[in-house]
């Protein structure tokens, strides 16, 4: 089979990548600082070993539900086309922005989304549309002083599924957080952990972050807590708006409205022996019609179905259709 082998790359202008042929990125992948690196539906990228794709400049990624683009390790022998931390992730780093990614799929990396420092315009540093993050081993979206948008995505079986550093601007709706131990990442970690403060807790910034229509849930692990807000001095409040949560004590500094709290979210079918993870909620999930309408309206959820569909939207990337 015929791929494109590229080694120490670097992305210096403009650039657009096609589903010819897969990319296998060999050593590292940057886009530097101006360009932009658009890449098109059903491109497959494979990442060695010691291969992160750095981005200084700008990715777009325009996935679409039938042909998403798709960003995993290069080993796909049976030992490894499951293994986290099989490569190490993307990393949008300073002065990095302006970065939309469109059903893209990022699996099996160290950390799948790292982000960190704010963009130079006004727009999230990162945006996610409709996009899958699973099995990253240290974490799946890590955030340390920036900006991020996610709607209508999910972030699976990881590490830590979202960690929110040092404040920073972050706005998730529709989005199913879920994890559960299984043979390759044992659930220690709560899924969703925010904080305002640095490694160091000498340091904070501002947090200002709204979860909404939004599920929370981890099982077959030791986590009380699987929100977990962390406040240094005085920060504006977080926002749960309709959301369901596992927790023994209530997330600190938010605003909490409309939660469902410690209850199964009634996923369709979750058999960890042997590695079925389907988040489509049940007919009997109280998820369902738990939502309220947001702004701006998302139409379709993660398999581009129709994203209300009864009196009031579901919870989670996945609508119920029936």
């Known amino acids: ?75 796909l022998d049976a030992a490894y086309a499951n293994l986290p931390a099989s490569w190490p992730g993307i990393y949008f780093r300073n002065g990095s922005s302006d970065n939309v990614l469109t059903h893209a799929i990022i699996k099996n990396a160290d950390k799948a989304l790292l982000a960190y420092g704010f963009p130079t315009d006004a727009n999230p540093k990162v945006t996610l549309h409709q996009c899958i993050i699973d099995n990253a081993y240290t974490s799946g979206i890590f955030c340390y002083n920036t900006s991020l948008s996610a709607d209508n995505s999910l972030i699976s079986n990881c590490g830590s599924n979202i960690i929110l550093d040092y404040g920073g601007n972050y706005n998730l709706t529709y989005c199913t957080v879920a994890s559960y131990s299984n043979s390759n990442i044992v659930h220690k ?52 708006n309709h959301v369901l949560y596992e927790a023994v004590d209530d997330p600190a500094n938010s605003d909490t409205t409309g939660i469902i709290k410690n209850e199964d979210p009634g996923f369709d ?14 007919p009997n999930s109280p998820c369902i019609n738990a939502g309220i309408p947001v702004f701006p309206v998302f139409s379709l959820d993660l398999d581009d179905s129709t994203r209300v569909v009864g009196p009031a939207p579901d919870l989670g990337c996945y609508e119920n259709q029936q």
């Open 1 to 75: 089979m015929a791929i494109m082998i590229l080694t120490g790359k670097l992305i210096k202008r403009d650039t657009t990548w096609t589903n010819d042929l897969p990319y296998v990125i060999l050593d590292s992948l940057d886009i530097l600082a101006g360009a932009t690196l658009t890449i098109q539906q059903g491109c497959r990228i494979y990442s060695h070993a010691n291969a992160p794709f750095l981005v200084d400049g700008t990715l777009v990624i325009n996935g679409t539900k039938t042909d998403s683009v798709t960003f995993t390790g290069d080993r």
């Open 189 to 240: 970690n709560p899924v969703l952990q925010c904080t305002n403060a640095d490694s160091t807790n000498m340091f904070t910034s501002p947090l200002n972050a709204t979860f909404s229509n939004s599920i929370f849930y981890g099982a077959y692990g030791n986590v009380p807590d699987e929100v977990v807000v962390n406040i240094t001095g005085t920060s504006p409040l977080l926002t749960f």
């Open 269 to 282: 079918d979750i058999d960890v022996n042997n590695g079925i993870y389907n988040f489509h909620l049940n």
